[in-house]
């Protein structure tokens, strides 16, 4: 019997259940003859008759109907375990929704750490370059907002935004402390979602006003909008802890000793798939920490 093929069980269940081939075989959606086939193929398997073809309804063999009522409660209890399983994901795997900003700069260099201390749980990374789209069909999102505007069932604070003037080393130590001076450089902006009045942000009390940007000073891109930083381009705003690696390397310095605290941040965001999902959570409580 373990030689037999599934398909062909499968096809007999259906058969004796409706005692109909038509109606077996539009259940398991083929044709009528297919289910014929698979009935006398098991049949030939075994050695005996199954099925009597008579009009409008087959009949049990005696030997079929011991075989049903062995089939019957097994292949239920099958299908509600196949159901389970599609319906359940991997405990161990935990899906993470970000952008690609945070994980090229701050992430991808600490993923390490989290595999060695929890070598069973295995991270599905998902970036895309902005993360307003928040993808419900994942276990974590990690954005950045304010927290009153992102969703989740858990929300906890990555670390909130330092907001500091970035540019290459040679050109930050030549404007020094000087606002004045760092309002006349070429101001780069990233004007996607909540980024658009930054520079305003940054200014805010000081008297200064910027001039609005240019075509050319403007980036969609994060990613874009560092490369132009890194590559001299100009002046961007970054947030500290996400660049620290970047002033570390001697690529990137902070300009002036001005600091712009909000409330908003990097928030990591269990959502509603993963409530009850001990690896999930695992994975939050360490990103937070």
């Given at each position: 019997?373990?030689?037999?093929?599934?398909?062909?069980?499968?096809?007999?269940?259906?058969?004796?259940?409706?005692?109909?081939?038509?109606?077996?075989?539009?259940?398991?959606?083929?044709?009528?003859?297919?289910?014929?086939?698979?009935?006398?193929?098991?049949?030939?398997?075994?050695?005996?008759?199954?099925?009597?073809?008579?009009?409008?309804?087959?009949?049990?063999?005696?030997?079929?109907?011991?075989?049903?009522?062995?089939?019957?409660?097994?292949?239920?209890?099958?299908?509600?375990?196949?159901?389970?399983?599609?319906?359940?994901?991997?405990?161990?795997?935990?899906?993470?929704?970000?952008?690609?900003?945070?994980?090229?700069?701050?992430?991808?260099?600490?993923?390490?750490?989290?595999?060695?201390?929890?070598?069973?749980?295995?991270?599905?990374?998902i970036s895309r370059d902005q993360n307003d789209a928040y993808d419900t069909d994942t276990d974590v999102?990690?954005?950045?907002?304010?927290?009153?505007?992102?969703?989740?069932?858990?929300?906890?604070?990555?670390?909130?935004?330092?907001?500091?003037?970035?540019?290459?080393?040679?050109?930050?130590?030549?404007?020094?402390?000087?606002?004045?001076?760092?309002?006349?450089?070429?101001?780069?902006?990233?004007?996607?979602?909540i980024h658009g009045n930054d520079w305003a942000t940054f200014f805010d009390g000081t008297g200064i006003?910027?001039?609005?940007?240019?075509?050319?000073?403007?980036?969609?891109?994060?990613m874009v909008y560092l490369q132009a930083a890194l590559n001299g381009d100009g002046v961007i705003l970054?947030?500290?802890?996400?660049?620290?690696?970047?002033?570390?390397?001697?690529?990137?310095?902070?300009?002036?000793?001005?600091?712009?605290?909000?409330?908003?941040?990097?928030?990591?965001?269990?959502?509603?798939?993963?409530?009850?999902?001990?690896?999930?959570?695992?994975?939050?409580?360490?990103?937070?920490?």
């Amino acid at each position: 019997m373990a030689a037999l093929n599934w398909k062909l069980l499968t096809a007999f269940e259906s058969v004796a259940r409706h005692r109909n081939f038509t109606r077996a075989a539009r259940e398991m959606n083929v044709q009528q003859p297919a289910i014929s086939r698979r009935v006398a193929e098991l049949e030939a398997e075994l050695g005996v008759k199954l099925l009597k073809r008579t009009r409008p309804f087959a009949t049990l063999t005696r030997e079929g109907e011991v075989l049903y009522r062995a089939l019957a409660g097994g292949i239920m209890q099958v299908s509600g375990a196949l159901e389970q399983v599609r319906q359940r994901p991997d405990q161990s795997c935990v899906s993470v929704n970000t952008t690609i900003g945070f994980a090229s700069c701050y992430l991808m260099k600490r993923l390490p750490e989290f595999r060695a201390m929890h070598p069973n749980i295995s991270i599905e990374l998902i970036s895309r370059d902005q993360n307003d789209a928040y993808d419900t069909d994942t276990d974590v999102v990690i954005a950045f907002n304010h927290p009153d505007r992102l969703p989740g069932t858990r929300k906890v604070l990555i670390f909130h935004e330092s907001m500091v003037a970035v540019a290459k080393p040679a050109l930050a130590a030549s404007i020094g402390d000087d606002l004045e001076a760092l309002a006349q450089q070429n101001l780069l902006c990233l004007t996607m979602g909540i980024h658009g009045n930054d520079w305003a942000t940054f200014f805010d009390g000081t008297g200064i006003s910027v001039q609005p940007p240019t075509t050319d000073q403007k980036f969609t891109s994060f990613m874009v909008y560092l490369q132009a930083a890194l590559n001299g381009d100009g002046v961007i705003l970054g947030w500290e802890t996400l660049l620290q690696d970047h002033f570390d390397l001697g690529q990137l310095a902070p300009i002036t000793d001005r600091r712009i605290e909000t409330l908003r941040g990097y928030f990591g965001c269990l959502m509603p798939r993963a409530s009850d999902k001990p690896s999930a959570v695992t994975f939050l409580d360490w990103v937070s920490a």
